[in-house]
Antibody, heavy 129, light 107 residues
Framework: EVQLVESGGDLIQPGGSLRLSCAPSGFTVSGNYMSWVRQAPGKGLEWVSL???????YYADSVKGRFTISRDTSKNTLYLQMNSVRAEDTAVYYC???????????????????????WGQGTMVTVSS | SSELTQDPAVSVALGQTVRITCQGD??????ASWYQQKPGQAPVLVIYGKNNRPSGIPDRFSGSSSGNTASLTITGAQAEDEADYYC??????????FGGGTKLTVL
């Protein structure tokens, strides 16, 4: 079964650090475009970061310079290193896979378009003193 | 602007057709994807690309786009379609944008 499992969420003090992990089953993180998406309590979805299969990385302005997305090919695991966390980083964090490349009536499409076809169950990060 | 705008709430009578819209400059260049999210659950992709449904998504869900507006249409809404719906797309910088979400109520 193709799935994603996140872990690492915790209660953390403002200014602290935390690393989230995301382990897939049925596919490799290195062969896919992978993202982190978060959802604050009672709020909407917010994209956080993206890593291309080729290794390029992108970040939302709200986390740029504080968060780092990475992957370990040998462990087939995606990470989100969160530093200098703030109260507004409190959220459920999901990892998600971009839909693999496909053809449709409009042509050929690669990843990086935000078509997240596989999501994990989420891991809760609470930033509070 | 690098934003996607959705109506906060929409309602539809059981069995009727409803359209949920998403507006933003990025949609002039990139397709929107649509997600359904029920309380306490992870989002589920329902439409991607020009108008593609992942396996297992009923064919009453369809997508379209014109100019800076993308639309998700549910033809013959069912009680189980009551949920929050989110659009997203990428922008020219390679970032991903999400709309604020639309709460769909099926009456």
């Amino acid at each position: 079964e193709v799935q994603l499992v996140e872990s690492g969420g915790d209660l953390i003090q403002p200014g602290g650090s935390l690393r989230l992990s995301c382990a897939p089953s049925g596919f490799t993180v290195s062969g896919n475009y992978m993202s982190w998406v978060r959802q604050a309590p009672g709020k909407g979805l917010e994209w956080v970061s993206l890593i291309y299969s080729g290794g390029s990385t992108y970040y939302a302005d709200s986390v740029k310079g504080r968060f780092t997305i990475s992957r370990d090919t040998s462990k087939n695991t995606l990470y989100l290193q969160m530093n200098s966390v703030r109260a507004e980083d409190t959220a459920v964090y999901y990892c998600a896979r971009d839909h693999p490349p496909y053809y449709d009536s409009s042509g050929y499409h690669t990843g990086g378009n935000g078509a997240f076809d596989i999501w994990g169950q989420g891991t809760m990060v609470t930033v509070s003193s | 602007s690098s934003e996607l705008t959705q109506d906060p709430a929409v309602s539809v009578a059981l069995g009727q057709t409803v359209r949920i819209t998403c507006q933003g400059d990025s949609l002039r260049s990139y397709f929107a994807s649509w997600y359904q999210q029920k309380p306490g659950q992870a989002p589920v992709l329902v439409i991607y690309g020009k108008n593609n449904r992942p396996s297992g998504i009923p064919d009453r869900f369809s997508g379209s786009s014109s100019g800076n507006t993308a639309s998700l249409t549910i033809t013959g809404a069912q009680a189980e379609d009551e949920a929050d719906y989110y659009c997203n797309s990428r922008d020219s910088s390679g970032n991903v944008l999400f709309g604020g979400g639309t709460k769909l109520t099926v009456l």
